[in-house]
């Protein structure tokens, strides 16, 4: 399954989202289909759902914002190994309370 399955299901504007949801339903009831995707078409559909604006978002609880994936991504690492001090110059990073070093 790639990211443009993913982005159709999701976005209701989207011209195949009829045909995904349809289509998504009928294979997910099929006992002879494994559905088969990756984590790199997931990075891929929340890469472009963070662009999307708040109702596609994956930070949920940060709708006013337009961070990037990755910086979602690191900005989590930073705060599961108690780091502060980011070498960065990306005010996104001062917003979430880090210390920018650049």
């Not at 443009?4 to 289909?33: K, Q, T, W």
């Not at 949920?60 to 190994?81: G, Q």
């Not at 980011?86 to 917003?95: G, I, Y």
């Amino acid at each position: 399954m790639d990211s443009a399955f993913y982005v159709a299901v999701l976005n209701e504007d989207d011209d195949l989202h009829e045909r995904a949801m349809a289509l998504g339903g009928e294979l997910i009831r099929s006992r002879d289909v494994r559905l088969i995707t990756s984590e790199a078409v997931f990075a891929e559909v929340f890469a472009y759902s963070s662009n999307r604006g708040p109702r596609q978002r994956v930070y949920a609880a940060r709708h006013d914002k337009t961070y990037s994936l990755v910086d979602c991504m690191s900005m989590v690492i930073c705060r599961d190994r108690g780091i502060r001090d980011v070498l960065t110059h990306d005010h996104d990073f001062t917003q979430e309370g880090f210390t920018t070093l650049l």
